[in-house]
């Protein structure tokens, strides 16, 4: 698939008139990634969207339905603490298409299943394979391109996942209507075990990407963990934030779909269809954070869109729905790609090659894992009469906008704050 990132060893230096604007934006490597991430993500993201189908179906309240999407987000955030830690040993090439294969057949198995407790356990497995893929992902674009070039070689990456996610829902609300949800996780698990397969016979990662793994390099155990500790002190200042951002609305997208079938009474095939409309936004974000990234610079990327996630959050959760909405739905789609972009590039940046894995597991893990044990909480809360969804909603709303004021307080910072200095 590739022997080696452009622009090394004499090719064109990376913006150059000589390189290509396909290649500045990762060329082939990111490209296939993209469409592995696209694979993966074309199942992750049906649970949310086909959830009014799948309760109605099992007769499920908003605790139950939260505890689907917490069994599988708990474990994938435990799995990307370990994810990192075994692609950084095993070789990104190998952890990926694990992730793929072991995403695509607990999908199938979930489609095959009637029995709630049943699913409830497969979607732990399903978390558990698909924390190897995200770190490892991450980890060989990281080794792969310089720093200049590097944010929109992850954009692209992440372009893929924000398509997949488009297409999962609006693809998986037509089977479902025209047959049942058990058809659309079936049919849907095919094309990451597919992907899977041609990870193993396609993909070649340069040089410098696979051959910073652990088992490699000569340091010892102990300096490993100081080197992942150097790291995170680096971004200590912005992922904080950035990770309480997480915890706070994660229980939002959790019950997206559920919110606007009974607060805002569209149908469960128009719900489904309706998320495409946030990953649109996704879509959207990851292009612009690629380019913000790189070209404005990862501190102030990240900080813009802690601002203005406060905002649309609160327009997500109080418009009735009409045109003003819908924009809200992209604008959030939009600001959590851009973050996500920016945050995870500048992590990248600040950590060593041969533990860039186990960094990224780490950081996404405590995000997921921390959202994941909220989510049941949530549902239970929102199960009480008193309280209801729209006072959940209201308190993500509030938690999301003082961390907006806490963006706009450290803004000042993020022109100050001298950037890392990578290892390339």
């Known amino acids: 698939m590739t022997t080696g990132p452009e622009g090394a060893g004499g090719a064109p230096a990376p913006d150059s008139p000589h390189t290509s604007i396909f290649e500045q934006w990762g060329g082939k490597l990111s490209s296939f ?52 830690w075994v692609g950084d040993r095993l070789g990104g090439k190998r952890a990926i298409a694990i992730g793929l294969a072991g995403v695509g057949a607990c999908t199938i198995a979930i489609g095959l299943n009637t029995n709630y407790w ?17 770190p490892s992902a991450a980890a060989a674009l ?85 080197e992942v500790g150097r790291a995170f002190k680096a971004v200590a200042i912005v992922i904080v934030p950035v990770i309480l951002l997480q915890l706070v609305v994660g229980p939002l997208m959790s019950v997206f779909s559920l919110y606007l079938v009974d607060h805002h009474g569209v149908t469960t095939e128009a719900a489904a269809m309706w998320i495409t ?3 649109a936004g996704g879509l959207v974000g990851s292009f612009l954070g690629g380019w913000l990234t790189d070209k404005w610079g ?23 729905f009409n045109p003003l909405l819908v924009a809200s739905f992209v604008l959030y789609g939009v600001l959590g790609n851009v973050r996500e972009g920016a945050m995870q590039t500048y992590l990248m940046d600040a950590s060593p090659p041969r533990v860039r894995g186990t960094v990224f597991g780490i950081y996404f893990g405590v995000g997921q894992e921390g959202s994941s044990l909220i989510q049941p909480w949530a549902g239970r809360l929102m199960d009480v009469p008193t309280i209801g969804m729209s006072g959940v909603f209201n308190a ?22 001298k950037q890392p200095v990578p290892e390339v």
């Not at 597919?194 to 490699?216: G, N």
């Not at 993500?396 to 704050?417: D, E, M, N, Y």
């Open 277 to 279: 409309v946030v990953r």
């Open 33 to 84: 990634l993209g469409y592995a991430h696209l694979s993966h993500d074309l199942t992750t993201g049906l649970l949310v969207a086909l959830m009014p189908f799948i309760r109605d179906d099992l007769q499920l309240d908003y605790f139950h339905a939260t505890l689907l999407t917490s069994a599988y987000a708990l474990t994938a955030g435990v799995a990307q603490l370990l994810g990192g």
């Open 142 to 226: 990281s080794g792969a391109f310089e720093p200049a070039r590097r944010g929109r070689a992850f954009a692209l990456h992440m372009v893929g996942g924000s398509i997949g996610f488009l297409i999962g829902p609006s693809v998986g609300a037509a089977i479902a209507e025209g047959f049942n949800w058990h058809w659309t996780y079936v049919i849907l698990g095919v094309p990451p075990i597919i992907a899977a397969a041609l990870v193993m016979l396609r993909l070649r990662l340069p040089t410098a990407a696979a051959a910073t793994t652990l088992a490699s390099a000569p340091q010892t155990e102990t300096g490993g963990v100081r």
């Open 118 to 134: 049943v699913i409830l356990g497969i979607l732990v497995v399903q978390g558990i394979v698909s924390g190897c893929y995200h």
């Open 396 to 417: 993500i709303a509030i938690g999301s906008g003082a961390l907006s004021v806490c963006g706009l307080a450290l803004l000042p910072f993020a022109f100050r704050k």
């Open 298 to 320: 990862r501190l102030q990327t990240i900080f813009l869109t802690l601002i203005l996630t406060g905002p649309a959050v609160y327009l997500l959760t109080s418009l009735p």
